[in-house]
Nanobody, 113 residues
């Protein structure tokens, strides 16, 4: 069983930055693609960013503001979020092996003044 543990969420003002971390219990090479998804209240869960073999993909509204990266030696994936907006408020989930794969418990990100 693969375990994913997220951290780094919190409350930030509009325009601020946060970095989310997802620590996996196994080698990333065995569970790629890795990704970050988010779910806002009353909305469906949506893909934010994915990474596989160095190739990245982003949801349109976060392009140029968010960056996904991985440290394969540490079995860790990051999501650097800059220029945060109130509409980025959501629970952010780490994912491995796609939507039918493994999920973390989620971390709350709140963007508010």
């Amino acid at each position: 069983q693969v375990q994913l543990v997220e951290s780094g969420g919190g409350l930030v003002q509009p325009g601020g930055s946060l970095r989310l971390t997802c620590a996996a219990s196994t080698s990333l090479f065995s569970i790629f693609p890795m990704g970050w998804y988010r779910q806002a209240p009353g909305k469906q869960r949506e893909m934010v960013a994915t990474i596989r073999s160095g190739l990245t993909n982003y949801e349109d509204s976060v392009k140029g503001r968010f960056t996904i990266s991985s440290d394969n030696a540490k079995n860790t994936v990051y999501l650097q979020m800059n220029s945060l907006k109130p509409e980025d408020t959501a629970v952010y989930y780490c994912n491995a092996k796609g939507t039918y794969g493994y999920w973390g418990q989620g971390t709350q990100v709140t963007v508010s003044s």
